[in-house]
């Protein structure tokens, strides 16, 4: 029942945002330069490798070492815009087609976080990679890496159509209002390097008020 909807939700997508994907794409020729796309590895369902598709929102541009120079330098203003606006992320209607996403789940990272992820937090790769999931519409960005995959980790184990239906209304409201669109204090998401810490028990009581608080928000 899962893939039947997303096939139907991205094949209509894919289909109504033809035009405004194709005026995209020259703008982020004419702003940006070449290529249009950005093509990441990114890990799938069961820890498989996953090619996703989106918009490029930073140039290439090189320091005189000829290194890339850091990603506020090369996030350009339209970049900013199509982050904010979410419009980079329209292409990966293509992945959800093609079998290698779905329409809602937890979001596809690089390949090189798999050695951090603790047994839990790797539960999250047990359901296929989402353009949109349950921590895009509970704090996105603004969230710390271990509250995303907690997050993920949630989804996994309450999944169901009701759900990503509800995600998917959720999640046009957040893309509206620009809610959570980068980590405080830096232009895009710093790296997952492992949970180095044991939660303190302040946190422990906070995720569980937090988990009863998601609870309820289901009935």
Known sequence: MKRLFDIVFSATALL?????LLILAFAVRWKLGKPVLFRPIRVGLGNKPIRVVK?????DDRGPDGELLPDEARLTPFGRFLRRSSLD??????CVLI????????RPLP????????????RRHLVKPGVSGWAQINGRNSLSWEEK?????????????WLDLKIIWLTIGTVIQRQGINAAGDATVPDFTGSHAPQSATDEA??????????????
Request: negative net charge.
């Open 149 to 161: 995959f907690r997050l993920d980790t949630w989804y996994v184990d309450h999944s169901s159509l």
């Open 89 to 94: 992320e329209l292409p990966q209607f293509w």
């Open 55 to 59: 918009f490029r929102t930073m140039t």
């Open 16 to 20: 109504t945002l033809a035009i405004p």
């Open 206 to 219: 906070a995720l569980t008020q937090n988990e009863d608080l998601q609870s309820h928000s289901m009935l």
């Open 99 to 106: 079998g290698d996403m779905s329409v809602i789940g937890p």
């Open 111 to 122: 390949p090189k976080y798999l050695p951090f992820y603790s047994p839990e937090q790797a």
